[in-house]
């Protein structure tokens, strides 16, 4: 069984009879899940995701000390840590993992203050525009097995998925950023006899583009570790994926470099493919460079449109 539907198993079995019984007050204003950092909370987990951080246990969401006090608190967090320390064969840790609490009460102003830097998921322009895409990704993973009042349900529906003008800021950013590493930068550097330049462009080249195929999605890329396993299951450009670990894994000797050309050439057409099904440019030809200044003059609010083109990458 997965973590994630193990957490779910564990707090319908213990946590909500637990939460009935001897808080029914309570109740109302709590939201019981598990989402944030961690393999089992993309449903990516396998046997070498239980050598740590793996165990039974769920989050407890709490509102405000005005709502929840310090006390109420306290007795949670104690009754808590008496549910059963064994589940489906995982134990409970009596360690905090490194980043902090992963499970058990929570107050959910301050996990969201400290994923995305807002306590209600209401994030200004800035802050959409330079919060780590991973930490969206870990804001809104998971599930929630009860939210009472809905609360934790509100703040993590704002945080879904990026206003529409800053999906395309970012994405002009990344498309431009493919055009100097791929299509430029890769062949300069092997003109020049730089074959590790050539390939640090070729991983800058796969990087961005994997940036850009995610937000064509309207998907929040994971932390890089997960990256390529999210990437194959987008619904569209996913057999990108492949081609991108081909450019990262193969050598820039002289027959391997040019056909790693012919692939960057193609990869530029596939996204530009998008880019035009999804109406985001209109431009003919395979200059990856002019389709991001495309994409950046259609924003439609004034203010991001104007910030330079690479002030979301």
Partial sequence: ?????????????????????????????????????GSECFGYDDEVSRDHDFEPGFMLLLPGEDVIGRRDAFLLERAYAALP????????????????????????????????????????????????????AEAVNGAVFYDGDGAVTDVRTRLRAYPEDVRRKRLAGNLLLMAQS????????????????????????????????????????????????????LPELSLLAEVME???????????????????EGVANDVIGLLRRQGLSELDGDDLEKHAYAVNDRIGDGEVRNLHILAAV
Avoid at 1 to 25: D, I, N, V
Avoid at 86 to 112: D, K
Avoid at 214 to 226: C, D, E, M, S, T
Wanted: charged share 20%; proline share 6%; glycine share 10%.
């Fill in 85 to 136: 320390r064994e589940f489906m064969g995982l134990r409970r840790g009596l360690m905090q993992p490194v980043g902090g609490p992963r499970r058990g009460v929570i107050r959910a102003a301050e996990y969201f203050s400290d994923r995305v830097g807002a306590p209600d998921g209401r994030l200004t322009l800035a802050q959409w525009l330079t919060v780590p895409e991973y930490a969206l």
């Fill in 246 to 264: 081909y450019l990262l894994t193969t050598d820039n000797e002289p027959p391997q470099a040019a056909e790693k050309r012919r692939v960057i």
């Fill in 1 to 37: 069984m997965k973590g994630l539907e193990t957490a779910r198993a564990y707090y319908e079995a213990f946590g909500a009879p637990m939460l009935k019984a001897r808080f029914p007050r309570l109740l109302p204003h709590i939201a019981a899940g598990l989402f944030g950092s």
């Fill in 182 to 233: 791929g299509q430029y930068n890769y062949a300069r550097c092997l003109a020049h006899g730089e074959k590790a330049a050539a390939q640090l462009a070729a991983g800058d080249f796969a990087r961005h583009c994997m940036n850009a195929v995610f937000l064509l999605n309207g998907v929040y890329q994971p932390f890089y570790k997960w990256a390529f396993r999210a990437m194959r299951a």
